[in-house]
């Protein structure tokens, strides 16, 4: 069999990359030609396919890929993805919180929900920030963006930010503050329902060759 087990693997481009084919040389998958090719996205020789993160789980439900890798974030983000999440990988490790404005006045999202009884939420996670506010029962409006969410509430988008935060970097550069913190997020490996059945062997073998690494 060869090293990923005949299975096709749907891997993310961007924050994630680098440490998920770190993990397939690990196990064997000969990542070099990935690495030598930034522009092509299909690998059919070591059965690698790369695309966005958010695009992953979308592949795997399609069983386009046999199994994924993407941010728990995404995951929470698609919860009616029909995939089977099989293990937390460990890296990748970010957070998602609500950030504001550090104003001398206090946090801005809870002065317009004083005032007016909502307030303006600009993220690229509509699903994951609406659920938290329900949950904490306050109105807010979501504002979609595609990036660099940050800028929303310093030109007046927003009052604040849901997001993900690493190092925290962004948030300070651009006078952010963290007001509550959602979740902390990690790669995790992902199935696709049936191939997990018809291929459980193949996955198995692999799932167990991760653990062990
Ligand atoms: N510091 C970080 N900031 C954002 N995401 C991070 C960070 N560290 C790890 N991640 C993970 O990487 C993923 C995002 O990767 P990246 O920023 O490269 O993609 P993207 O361009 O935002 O992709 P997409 O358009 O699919 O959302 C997140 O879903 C998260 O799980
Ligand atoms: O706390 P830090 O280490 O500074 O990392 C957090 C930043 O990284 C991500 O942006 P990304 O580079 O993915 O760009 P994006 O704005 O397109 O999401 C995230 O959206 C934050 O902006």
Same mark, same amino acid.
């Given at each position: ?23 397939? %040389? ?7 030609? =990935?690495?030598?090719?930034?522009? +092509? ?6 059965? $690698?396919?790369?695309? *966005? ?6 592949? =795997? ?58 307030? *303006?939420?600009?993220? +690229? ?35 604040? $930010?849901? %997001? ?16 509550? *913190? ?32």
């Amino acid at each position: 069999m060869s090293p990923n087990n005949g299975l096709t693997i749907a891997v993310p481009r961007g924050a994630l990359m680098g440490d998920t084919l770190d993990l397939l %040389d690990a196990l064997g998958v000969d990542t070099t030609e =990935v690495r030598e090719n930034d522009r +092509k996205l299909l690998f059919e020789d070591v059965g $690698i396919v790369t695309m *966005r993160p958010s695009d992953v789980p979308t592949y =795997v439900e399609a069983g386009a890929a046999d199994i994924g890798i993407t941010g728990k974030d995404v995951l929470l983000e698609q919860s009616e993805r029909e995939v089977y999440e099989l293990l937390d990988l460990g890296y990748g490790r970010c957070e998602m919180v609500v950030a504001s404005v550090d104003e001398p006045g206090g946090d801005p999202m809870v002065e317009a929900l004083r005032r007016l009884g909502v307030t *303006r939420i600009a993220t +690229k996670y509509y699903a994951i920030a609406q659920r938290h506010f329900e949950e904490t029962g306050r109105q807010v409006e979501i504002v979609e963006v595609k990036g660099a969410v940050e800028l929303a509430p310093l030109t007046g988008l927003s009052e604040a $930010i849901v %997001d993900l935060t690493a190092t925290g970097t962004t948030l300070r550069e651009n006078g952010l503050v963290i007001r509550e *913190r959602l979740f902390v997020a990690t790669a995790r490996l992902i199935a696709n329902p049936v191939a997990h059945k018809l291929k459980a062997q193949a996955i198995d073998d692999l799932v167990e060759r991760i653990r062990a690494r």
